[in-house]
């Protein structure tokens, strides 16, 4: 391309540039004024670019407490649609700049989303409440945003007064936390932000696990239960006392001994308490589950198998270990919050030196030991409630096990069971004697170590094992 006349090429690049700006302003001074620019100054009587705007980022699995608090605050209200070319960004100074006529009213997009065990609700994607508060104009930009590959829920307030405005956002957070689909309700949280698998959540039917069938050793679950459920039930006295109430516990021991089957227990005994677990990925989502558990206490919320980030930096702060950023997160929460960590790991010589470093920050730990001769008798007698093994039976299968674990005996016993069918007939103690022999040889030695094994939590995406088909008791 000539240069015209004796214009250098940084004085045509200037001149270029100068014109082109002009083009742009004579456009945007010629252009009809925009749908929601229109909208939004008849609504604050004002030109709306001069109204501050507060802007507010939730996890989108929270996207659903932000419509419901939405529809709690402003009832009489129907909120308009937001149709937009696709990759565009949706804020307020893009709805009222619209440089490019993007932006038009139109039909609700809506999204449904899990709020309980298989219950749904559909939520607004992009959409904006032109309403009152208080006598007060206000607006509210509620929105989808795609971030780094991963949604978040986007909340933009627009109020002439910002002291009222600043009272929606407060007002919002209330009755996000107070009409949460979470409050109450067991979940696990899948994936990581920080990673290609986007974050989720995912609701389960609260497990029912009678103290009973949880077999440990003598008292320890009693210990278990005071520590993280007789503590709430005492919050009143401790609060009056001055004493704290957050509080953390370690479960250790070899895989499949009944740590999550312990657990699993303490989740179904009050229905009344949030649950949040979090294993692999999603460890790196603590502090977030932390902010939520805060809110909506009680809260108990469970990390599985800390030991497999004791040394992992890929999402710790400054690179540190993100199982110091755990411990920290455990000891940023305030002290009267009704919340419990439980902690669970197969490797207690991993976690020790960090726990030693970061010393309060769980206050007992528990093993979880391999079940002794009358633990193992209680496991097959447990599991065997419906057949008709005799109680020496019983007792010799437990005297020739040492060493086992609670998927084994629940094994040997479904074993004992299968082989007498093929007999045609039902099973007897030698049909159990003979399936725990055929566990304990050397054949059969990647069988038992693969019994010992715990499961991934959950085993389903969309379910929770239930206490008769968990391999431990």
Not at 24 to 31: G, H, K, S, V, W
Not at 334 to 339: C, G, H, L
Not at 356 to 382: C, S
Not at 409 to 414: M, P, S, V
């Amino acid at each position: 391309m000539a240069i015209p006349g004796n214009l250098s090429t940084e004085q045509f690049a200037t001149a270029f540039t100068e014109f082109m700006e002009q083009m742009t302003m004579a456009a945007r001074e010629t252009a009809a004024p925009g749908v929601y620019l229109e909208l939004l100054s008849a609504h604050f009587g004002r030109d709306p670019l001069s109204v501050d705007t507060v802007s507010h980022t939730f996890p989108w699995w929270r996207h659903a407490d932000v419509d419901i608090a939405l529809t709690t605050l402003f009832p009489e209200t129907t909120p308009t649609g937001v149709r937009y070319a696709q990759g565009s960004e949706v804020s307020f100074s893009e709805l009222l700049t619209d440089r490019y006529q993007q932006f038009e009213t139109g039909a609700l997009a809506y999204e449904t989303m899990p709020v309980g065990h298989e219950r749904r609700r559909r939520v607004i994607v992009n959409g904006l409440w032109v309403a009152r508060y208080k006598e007060h104009a206000v607006a509210v930009l509620q929105t989808k945003n795609q971030n780094f590959g991963y949604a978040q829920s986007q909340l933009e307030i627009m109020c002439a007064d910002e002291s009222i405005g600043d009272e929606l956002s407060q007002e919002i957070r209330r009755c996000m936390d107070l009409h949460s689909t979470l409050r109450g309700e067991y979940v696990t949280l899948a994936g990581s932000t920080l990673q290609d698998e986007a974050l989720s959540v995912r609701f389960h039917d609260r497990p029912s696990i009678r103290p009973e069938d949880v077999i440990l050793p003598s008292g320890t679950l009693a210990r278990i239960r005071r520590h993280v459920l007789g503590l709430s039930e005492m919050k009143t006295q401790l609060r009056d006392a001055g004493q704290h109430l957050k509080r953390g516990i370690l479960l250790y021991g070899p895989p499949g001994t009944g740590k999550t089957h312990t657990v699993r227990h303490l989740i179904g005994e009050n229905a009344a308490t949030t649950v949040i677990v979090l294993t692999g990925p999603a460890l790196g989502n603590i502090s977030m589950a932390a902010e939520t558990a805060r809110a909506l206490q009680p809260s108990l919320v469970v990390l599985e198998d800390c030991d497999l980030v004791a040394e992992d930096r890929d999402f710790g702060d400054a690179g540190r270990p993100l199982l110091f950023e755990i411990l920290d997160t455990l000891d940023g929460l305030s002290e009267d919050a009704d919340v419990a960590f439980v902690l669970t790991t197969n490797r207690a010589d991993v976690l020790e030196p960090a726990l030693a470093q970061r010393p309060g920050r769980v206050d007992l730990a528990m093993e979880i030991p391999l079940p002794d001769h009358d633990g193992r008798l209680k496991l097959f007698t447990l599991y065997s409630q419906e057949l008709t093994f005799s109680p020496q039976g019983l007792r010799d299968a437990a005297g020739s096990t040492e060493g086992i674990t609670a998927s084994f005996a629940k094994e040997a016993i479904r074993r004992a069971v299968v082989n007498a069918a093929a007999a045609g007939r039902q099973a007897r103690d030698e049909d159990l004697l003979t399936a725990v022999a055929e566990l304990m040889s050397d054949q059969e030695l990647l069988t038992a170590k693969l019994l010992a094994s715990e499961p991934e939590w959950p085993v389903e995406p969309d379910e929770v094992l239930e206490a008769e088909d968990h391999p431990e008791p």
